[in-house]
């Protein structure tokens, strides 16, 4: 196990709602990563979190936001909800060091599912 | 064109058969590589990364050509329990991981 944990497992929610989906770093781990799986497809990435600030993003619309808490835990909120916004929704902890480029390694959590009817 | 390329699969062979994973990338200046294993509806794990000299853990076998922008991964004696999707992963300038869509390994009996 990674120590990284999401909740919830699993939701359904309908056109237009709002989401909102939860990720705990593993312990000592201060940055906080977020992909996107469509089915069949690799993981896309959607932002990550470095000391409670947005410090990347990919190329996903103004309606995903996210926070990271001085816990370094993490939320993604989704608005406007659409159809094709049904995936699994991966958390990556990890821990940066205080060079520019020292990323080190990556790791997952279980994931949320998410089904947009 | 697309950041990371893959074969497209499904790889459907029996048990102690070797198989070849290759991969393309299109940043000449991406400067860390991985590959990463993912079961059916779990999470990706990092499997191994790959080093310019090429490196081996136990039956795998990563190799990356700069030239070529080019990785491939081989597994030799595969087992049941290799079946699984095959992530190549590129690591991007903002830290983030840039994945590949997979390939599917099923080994059968």
């Known amino acids: 196990e990674t120590g990284v944990t999401q909740s919830p497992t699993h939701l359904i929610k309908t056109r237009g709602q709002q989401v909102t989906l939860r990720c705990s770093s593993q312990?000592?781990?201060?940055?906080v990563s977020w992909y996107q799986q469509a089915l069949g497809q690799g993981p896309q990435f959607i932002f990550q979190y470095y000391r409670e600030e947005e410090n990347g993003r990919g190329n996903f619309p103004p309606r995903f936001s996210g926070l990271q808490f001085p816990n370094y835990s993490s939320e993604l909120n989704v608005n406007a909800l659409e159809l094709d916004d049904s995936a699994l929704y991966l958390c990556?902890?990890?821990?940066?060091?205080?060079?520019?480029?020292?990323?080190?390694?990556?790791?997952f959590g279980p994931g949320t599912r998410l089904t947009v009817l | 064109r697309k950041e990371v390329e893959q074969d497209p699969g499904p790889f459907n062979v029996p048990e102690g058969a070797t198989v070849a994973f290759n991969c393309t990338y299109s940043n000449s200046a991406s400067q860390s590589f991985f590959w990463y294993r993912q079961d059916c509806r779990k999470e990706p794990k990092l499997l191994m990364s790959?080093?310019?000299s090429g490196n081996e853990d136990g039956r795998f076998t990563a190799q990356l050509n700069r030239a070529s922008q080019y990785i491939s991964l081989l597994i030799r004696d595969s087992k049941l329990s290799d079946s699984a999707t095959y992530l190549c992963v590129v690591k991007g300038s903002q830290g983030n991981l840039i994945f590949g869509k997979g390939t599917k390994l099923s080994v059968k009996p």
């Open positions: 790959v080093y310019s």
């Open positions: 990556a902890s990890s821990l940066r060091g205080t060079g520019k480029n020292s990323y080190n390694e990556q790791f």
């Open positions: 312990s000592g781990h201060n940055t």
